[in-house]
């Protein structure tokens, strides 16, 4: 019977050194996956940008094309850049957004990893006909 009672003082005792690195890795990957999400997000965005550019001729529409492929994100942080290079051969689009954190930036443990949130950004370069 006396080593029964070990043999659940054992896994109990592995269960609690294992459940914290379980939880870092499963909180890595949720914030992971909605990095991914949001660099997509503004990655779609700044190439839209460029196509309207390379359809229209003009770069006046590129902001607001890019605000409303974005618009999914959380609040109004993004930034678009528009560069015609070359004397008019290529245009750059670039889209850059404060990303915030699915656990708060600074709040908790992972404000030990950044007290401001990180800047993500896109950028788009495509040859004008």
Do not use: C, K
């Amino acid at each position: 019977m006396a080593s029964g009672n070990g043999e659940r003082g054992l896994a109990a005792m592995e269960l609690a050194l294992a459940l914290p690195l379980i939880l870092a890795l499963l909180l890595m990957l949720v914030e992971g996956a909605g990095a991914m999400h949001t660099y997509s997000v503004i990655s779609d965005a700044s190439r839209e940008g460029a196509r309207l550019v390379l359809r229209a001729g003009d770069t006046s529409g590129v902001g607001a094309l890019v605000d409303s492929v974005a618009a999914q994100l959380p609040g109004d942080d993004l930034q678009t850049t528009v560069v015609l290079d070359g004397g008019g051969q290529s245009v750059t689009v670039e889209v850059s957004y404060a990303y915030e954190p699915f656990f708060g930036v600074g709040s908790g443990l992972l404000g030990l990893l950044w007290d401001v949130a990180p800047i993500l950004r896109a950028r788009t370069t495509m040859p004008l006909p």
